[in-house]
C-alpha cells in the first residue's frame, strides 16, 4: 500500500469532510483490497450519496470507506439510521474500513476493517434529528460506537503506518466470519458476550468472572431478566463456532 494520500484530487474542495472524501476514495480504488477473499482489489462503487463504497470482483463483499484526521476512537459517524438498521436485519449492511490520516502531511496512520457481522443492532445509536426539516421529513442519522465492537472484529491492515500482513488480515477475518450464519438479531448477544471475554485479563476464565458483566449486560437489555442465561447460551454458541474451548465444567479457554 502506498501510505501517501493522493491530495491532488482534493483541489478545488474547501469543506474538510468533502476534501477528505474525494481524497480518501481514489486512495481507497488503488490500495484496498478485499479480506473475505484472496481479491488485492476492490472497485469503487459510483454513487452519489455522502460515503465511499468498494466492492469485491470475486466475492462481491461490499465496503463502505470512513476516514478521520483523528485518532479511531470510540465513535464513527454514520449516515441515515433506518437504512443502516434495515440493512443490518437483512444482512446487507456493509463492511467497514475505517481510516485514520495524518496532517499537515496527509499519510495514512492507521486502517482496520469491522467484518459487516460485527455490527449489531446495539452499536448504531440514533441520533437526535438536527433540525426542524430534519425532524419532519423523518431523517435520523445514527453513529456508530465502535467501543461497543469486540477487539477481534476490529481487524488491523495498517498500524502507525506499518502495513500488517494480508495472509494475516484474512485469517483474522476468517475467524470471526464464524458468527455469519447467526441471525443478524442475535449477533448482538453473541458480539456482546465475546467483547466481554475478550476484555478478561486471562486466556482461561469462569462463568462467575463472565457473570461480572451482568450489570454492563443489563444496561445493554433492559427488559431482559435472565441475563445470566443468555450469558451461558451465548458460552455455547461462542464455543459451537470455535472461538471457545472448554476446559472443565464452568471453565472456558479463548480460542
Ligand atoms: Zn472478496
Redesign the pocket.
Known sequence: MDLRLPTHFGQGYKSPSQLARRITEPWGAENLY?C????DRLDAEENNAQVSDFL?P????RYQLKSQSKKLGGRILGSNYQKMLDAILGNRSPNFFLLHYQLPEWMVRNLLVIPRFAISPSVIIRRKPLSVSARRSNWTGYVLNVALIPGSAKIPLIVEGSEIPRNTVREQYARIAKIQALKPEQRGWTLDVLRCIESLPNEIFTNDDIYAFEPELTKLYPSNRHIRDKIRQQLQVLRDRGLLKPVARGVWQRA
Not at 58 to 61: A, F, G, P
Open positions: 478485499c473475505a477473499c484472496h481479491s469485491c470475486q466475492c462481491v463483499e
